[in-house]
């Protein structure tokens, strides 16, 4: 079972709606992080928390919002998305400068469509 | 720009049978290159990783074969199993850049024939 737990699996949603995809990790990792991946692509990074501070945005729409409340939980905002936005978001945890091991541990995704 | 390449694209292999996954990259920065494999509907998990001071790593069936000079490395799986039927990706970090910034291949199907 993964240590990252993310919520919910799936979500639909309009493209006028407003929704929270939610992680969380206990493994005392300092380092969080969004990804975004399509079908048969590659993840690709949105955004990366260090000790609860945003430290890369990968030059994210604004449409999506990240917050990290604490060391443990790391959510994404989504608002005004558009149909294009419908992906796996992945997230990610690991020790800081995390990969310092290379090991990120990856949640299951939550799968979003945007109608 | 690409800066790991990886391929093939998708691989059908024979149950017992070798599974072999080739990546490059350019970047003589990157220091540390780690297999990641995900199974339809989950997130990737570290399946094993390298050094480029070691040439080759082995963890039971899986093995990383790596050519620094020709900055290029390998997934081997050995005596492939149904079960193996994924996708992996490689990847590469610089670690000294300490930036939190894994750069991933573009993946390879893996299908095992039962």
């Known amino acids: 079972d993964t240590e990252v737990t993310q919520t919910p699996k799936h979500l639909v949603m309009g493209m006028t709606n407003k929704k929270s995809l939610k992680c969380e990790q206990h493994m005392g990792h300092r380092a969080m992080y969004w990804y975004k991946q399509k079908a048969k692509k590659p993840p690709e990074l949105m955004f990366v928390?260090?000790?609860?501070?945003?430290?890369i945005n990968e030059s994210v729409p604004s449409r999506f919002s990240p917050e990290c409340p604490n060391s443990s939980l790391l959510n994404l905002h989504l608002h005004a998305l558009q149909p294009e936005d419908s992906a796996l978001y992945l997230c990610?945890?690991?020790?800081?400068?995390?990969?310092?091991?290379?090991?990120?541990?990856f949640g299951e995704g939550s799968r979003l469509t945007v109608l | 720009q690409q800066q790991v390449k990886q391929s093939p694209q998708s691989l059908i292999v024979q149950k017992g049978g070798i599974s072999i996954i080739n990546c490059a990259y350019e970047?003589?920065?990157?220091?540390?290159f780690p297999w990641y494999q995900q199974f339809p509907g989950k997130g990737p998990a570290l399946l094993i990783a390298i050094r480029p001071d070691v040439s080759e790593k082995k963890e039971g069936r899986f093995t990383i074969s790596f050519n620094k000079s020709a900055k290029q490395f390998s997934l081997h799986i050995m005596d492939s199993q149904p079960g193996d039927s994924a996708t992996y990706f490689c990847?590469?970090?610089?670690?000294?850049?300490?930036?939190?910034?894994?750069?991933f291949g573009k993946g390879t199907r893996l299908h095992i024939l039962p």
């Open positions: 990610a945890s690991s020790q800081v400068g995390g990969t310092l091991t290379g090991e990120l541990f």
């Open positions: 970047n003589t920065a990157f220091d540390y």
């Open positions: 928390y260090s000790y609860e501070k945003l430290s």
């Open positions: 990847a590469a970090i610089a670690l000294m850049n300490r930036d939190d910034k894994i750069i």
